[in-house]
């Protein structure tokens, strides 16, 4: 047994997931990423975050059967359809606003960390789920722009999903 766990409430990586009809992100005037049809998640992790955590999260979103099937039943997958994906670092998923009127960022990961898990997540989801993932880039002032389908919007955090 080791002597010292991490509650698992700690353990708080999070995807925000929007289905879209189309999506990109920009970067002072450039496209960086743009999808179609799919998914746009926003990611952010914590500094107790790791692979393992991540490993999880992706699988569960990956299964997530949120697309329409021939019936109007949301029954398919993002691989059933095809669909794309646009995954953009966001640290602000992390806002305490318990105090004041100005935002903590606090309970966000250290940018190495946070980063090191954001291209953890990207090479996982090309290498295992054979799927094209566009990106924003990590640390820049990005302008995010999206139709999201439905609206459909889900939060995936790890403490949900580890429990």
């Not at 960086?32 to 569960?60: Q, T």
């Not at 980063?115 to 302008?143: C, H, P, W």
Request: charged residues 25%.
């Amino acid at each position: 047994v080791p002597a010292f766990v991490i509650p698992l409430s700690l353990w708080i990586m999070k995807f925000l997931i929007q289905r879209v009809l189309n999506a990109q992100v920009e970067i002072e005037g450039n496209i960086k990423g743009k999808i179609g049809h799919g998914f746009m998640v926003l990611f952010g992790a914590c500094e107790s975050d790791n692979e393992e955590i991540a490993d999880k999260l992706i699988k569960k979103m990956m299964g997530l059967r949120i697309f329409a099937d021939e019936n109007g039943k949301t029954n398919l997958s993002l691989s059933d359809v095809n669909g794309e994906l646009l995954l953009v670092s966001q640290f602000t998923l992390y806002a305490d606003c318990k105090k004041g009127n100005r935002p903590s960022f606090n309970k966000s990961g250290s940018p190495e960390h946070a980063n090191r898990l954001y291209e953890y997540t990207i090479n996982k989801i090309i290498s295992e789920y054979g799927i094209d993932v566009q990106t924003g880039e990590f640390g820049a002032d990005m302008k995010v722009s999206l139709v999201n389908d439905g609206p459909f919007t889900i939060i995936l955090d790890s403490d949900e999903i580890l429990k």
